[in-house]
T-cell receptor, first 113, second 114 residues
């Protein structure tokens, strides 16, 4: 069985500040991890994915995530927030049969001017 | 390249009515999925398909049926709609290969059951 926990349902930052969105996972098999972003009234868009062997993963729009096996974490960061980053972010893990995704409950990111 | 297209985008139903949501993908993907998204719940898998002519239950399948008669289409049916099925429904597809292949999502169908 696999699960994802996103700490903090709502994160608020100032424009230009560091963005840190937390994700912890549980998986009985080697995890394949993803971060998706959802802008208002849109579908989910892939930000980045974890590939075995690389601990730091770079994605689109300046985001990156660090895989830490010892902490079972895959936190998402961006050095400097932009107003256009305001959206909901989902961490997901793929594993087991038929590569089904298990999603966290999401973190809504607000960027204040 | 349209990717994953969902129709309709919005719908309002009365309790007990039936309807079908259509998902079409033009990427020749093998796998297709239907999710529902509810506030504070993330996305939950309803049904999925690993190829033309196959379907399987996900996490929350009750009250829904699906069909995949053509590889590019995945239909989600509500036989007798209930208010608890008010939600945003997302379709996704992925190609075959390893578990690190991402899913590609449509823009969703917003469904209200009165």
């Amino acid at each position: 069985a696999q699960s994802v926990t996103q700490l903090g349902s709502h994160v608020s930052v100032s424009e230009g500040a560091l963005v840190l969105l937390r994700c912890n996972y549980s998986s009985s098999v080697p995890p394949y991890l993803f971060w998706y972003v959802q802008y208002p009234n849109q579908g989910l868009q892939l930000l980045l994915k974890y590939t075995t062997g690389a601990t730091l993963v770079k994605g689109i729009n300046g985001f990156e995530a660090e895989f830490k096996k010892s902490e079972t974490s895959f936190h998402l960061t961006k050095p400097s927030a932009h107003m256009s980053d305001a959206a909901e972010y989902f961490c997901a893990v793929s594993g087991g049969s038929n590569y089904k995704l298990t999603f966290g409950k999401g973190t809504l990111l607000t960027v204040n001017p | 390249n349209a990717g994953v297209t969902q129709t309709p985008k919005f719908r309002v139903l009365k309790t007990g009515q039936s309807m079908t949501l259509l998902c079409a993908q033009d990427m020749n993907h093998e796998y297709m999925y239907w999710y529902r998204q509810d506030p504070g719940m993330g996305l939950r898998l309803i049904h999925y398909s690993v190829g033309e002519g196959t379907t399987a239950k996900g996490e929350v399948p009750d009250g829904y049926n699906v069909s995949r008669l053509k590889k590019q289409n995945f239909l989600l049916g509500l036989e007798s709609a209930a208010p608890s099925q008010t939600s945003v429904y997302f379709c996704a597809s992925r190609q075959g290969g390893g578990p690190n292949q991402p899913q590609h999502f449509g823009d969703g169908t917003r469904l209200s059951i009165l």
